[in-house]
């Protein structure tokens, strides 16, 4: 119950297209959702979180749509550029102290 | 703002030998750290928790005497690798969460570690 289910393993995609990674989990106590972005050699670096109140949040290119109902949400990259290319982790935790459940990441390749 | 820094960036090491690797968090107090472990190509797994001034909780199967977490201050969690194996041989990542009104839980990751035992 304590897993997060992360699709496709791989991803690849060409400059300028929608690149849309999914996320499903079950424990209905998980409220908060972030997106992380990890480059090789480095540590991941939060891009964009949601919580269950909304069904969508838009930062620049990056989107999270939210479903709770279907417990699943999902990161769509508008306009791909080849700088995109790295993997990318989905989260979920429970506010107040609770330990982040990874996804288990996406390699996102865009071809320019 | 909320930047964490890990050192070393990587090491290299015999079997055998002990290896410590230190995570701060440069600009804000950090009343949480954990610690995680990546193979290539893998997800983050998590291998403890630390609330400073407290023992460390680990996760199911993480040997607590081979990795020793101290949390001694506010900006400082210290992980050590004792008698270090071929196997140890990983990508080590740390993350701090500070004292916030947020409720979000959010995490601020360092740059990791690379640790290669021979």
């Known amino acids: 119950q304590q897993q997060v289910k992360q699709s496709p393993q791989s991803l690849i995609v060409q400059k300028g297209g929608i690149s849309i990674i999914n996320c499903a989990y079950e424990?209905?106590?998980?409220?908060?959702f972030p997106w992380y972005q990890q480059f090789p050699g480095k540590g991941p670096a939060l891009l964009i979180a949601i919580r269950p109140d909304v069904s969508e949040k838009k930062e620049g290119r990056f989107t999270i749509s939210f479903n709770k109902s279907a417990k699943q949400f999902s990161l769509h990259i508008m306009d791909s550029q080849p700088g995109d290319s790295a993997t990318y982790f989905c989260?979920?935790?429970?506010?107040?102290?609770?330990?982040?459940?990874f996804g288990q990441g996406t390699e996102l390749s865009v071809k320019p | 703002g909320a930047v964490v820094s890990q050192h070393p960036s990587w090491v290299i090491c015999k079997s055998g030998t002990s290896v410590k690797i230190e995570c701060r968090s440069l600009?804000?107090?950090?009343?949480?750290m954990f610690w995680y472990r990546q193979f290539p190509k893998q997800s983050l797994m998590l291998m403890a928790t630390?609330?400073?001034?407290?023992?460390?909780?680990?996760e199911q199967g993480v040997e607590k005497d081979k990795f020793l977490i101290n949390h001694a201050s506010l900006t400082l969690s210290t992980l050590t690798v004792t008698s270090a194996h071929p196997e140890d041989s990983s990508f080590y990542i740390c993350s701090a969460r500070g004292r916030s009104g947020s409720s979000y839980n959010e995490q601020f990751f360092g740059p990791g570690t690379r640790l290669t035992v021979l």
């Open positions: 989260a979920a935790s429970i506010s107040g102290g609770g330990k982040l459940i």
């Open positions: 424990n209905t106590a998980f409220d908060y």
């Open positions: 630390s609330n400073e001034g407290s023992k460390a909780t680990y």
């Open positions: 600009d804000f107090q950090a009343t949480t």
